[in-house]
C-alpha cells in the first residue's frame, strides 16, 4: 500500500521497559510528525522532522521520549523506562513539502 | 497553554441537518487551517483547509469560514449523513515548514 504504516500496531509493556515504536512514512513525502492521542484527549504535538533541517522536538513530554529519522525516511519513536501515564496511541503523520498530512493507523501502547 | 481550542466536545445533529463544528485560536501567527476526521481506531483523515488569505473554502458538502478578527473557524456540513458521524479535529499552523497544532476534537453524532 501507499500510506503511512506503523508497527507494531499493539504493544503492552510493563512499566519501566523501553519501547520502540516504528513508522514508514509515504515514499517521497519529506515531512514526519509524531502525535500522541491519550484517552479523551486531542493530539498531542511531539515532534516533528523536515528534511534535513533539525528536529523541532518541542512537543516531548520529558527527556525518557527520543526519536530518529533514518535516511530522510524512517522513524523510529523511542520511549525510555515507560510509566502508566504513557499509555496513548502514538501516531504518525508524514507530509509532502508541509502541506496536508497522511496519518498511519497509529500504535496503541498500554503500559501496564 | 492550548492555542487550538475545540469548546464543544460533542454535538448531536438530525441527519439531513447542518452541522456546524467550532475552533477558536490563540496564536495570530497561525496561517493555515486544516479540518480533520477520525474514526474510531483509524489515523485522522485530511478534510478540508483554508489559509489566511481567504474567508471561505467550499467543497462539495463541506465549507470552512474563518474570521480572523476573531480567531474563529467553523466547519459547516449541510446535509449532514449517518457517515459524517465522527471525530472531528481543527488545527493550525504558522507559515508553510511550521508544525500543525490540533485542537481536542469534536464528537460528531448524526442521528437518524
Known amino acids: 500500500g501507499a500510506g503511512v504504516s506503523q508497527s507494531p500496531s499493539n504493544k503492552v509493556t510493563e512499566k519501566g521497559k523501553d519501547v520502540e515504536l516504528r513508522c514508514d512514512p509515504i515514499?517521497?513525502?519529506?515531512?514526519l510528525y509524531w502525535y500522541r492521542q491519550s484517552l479523551g484527549q486531542g493530539l498531542e504535538f511531539l515532534i516533528y522532522?523536515?528534511?534535513?533541517?533539525?528536529?523541532?522536538k518541542s512537543g516531548l513530554p520529558s527527556d525518557r521520549f527520543s526519536a530518529e529519522r533514518t535516511g530522510g525516511s524512517v522513524s523510529t519513536l523511542t520511549i525510555q523506562r515507560t510509566q502508566q501515564e504513557d499509555s496513548a496511541v502514538y501516531l504518525c503523520?508524514?507530509?509532502?513539502?508541509?502541506?496536508?498530512?497522511?496519518f498511519g493507523p497509529g500504535t496503541r501502547l498500554t503500559v501496564l | 497553554d492550548q492555542q487550538v481550542k475545540q469548546n464543544s466536545p460533542s454535538l448531536s445533529v438530525q441527519e439531513g441537518r447542518i452541522s456546524i463544528l467550532n475552533c477558536d485560536y490563540t496564536?495570530?501567527?497561525?496561517?493555515?487551517f486544516l479540518w480533520y476526521k477520525k474514526y474510531p481506531a483509524e489515523g485522522p483523515t485530511f478534510l478540508i483547509s483554508i489559509s489566511s488569505i481567504k474567508d471561505k473554502n467550499e467543497d462539495g458538502r463541506f465549507t470552512v469560514f474563518l474570521n480572523k478578527s476573531a480567531k474563529h473557524l467553523s466547519l459547516h456540513i449541510v446535509p449532514s449523513q449517518p457517515g459524517d458521524s465522527a471525530v472531528y479535529f481543527c488545527a493550525s499552523k504558522k507559515n508553510r515548514d511550521d508544525k500543525i497544532i490540533f485542537g481536542k476534537g469534536t464528537r460528531l453524532h448524526i442521528l437518524p
Open positions: 496564536n495570530s501567527m497561525f496561517d493555515y
Open positions: 503523520a508524514s507530509s509532502l513539502n508541509a502541506d496536508t498530512q497522511y
Open positions: 522532522f523536515q528534511g534535513n533541517s533539525a528536529p523541532d
Open positions: 515514499s517521497g513525502h519529506t515531512a
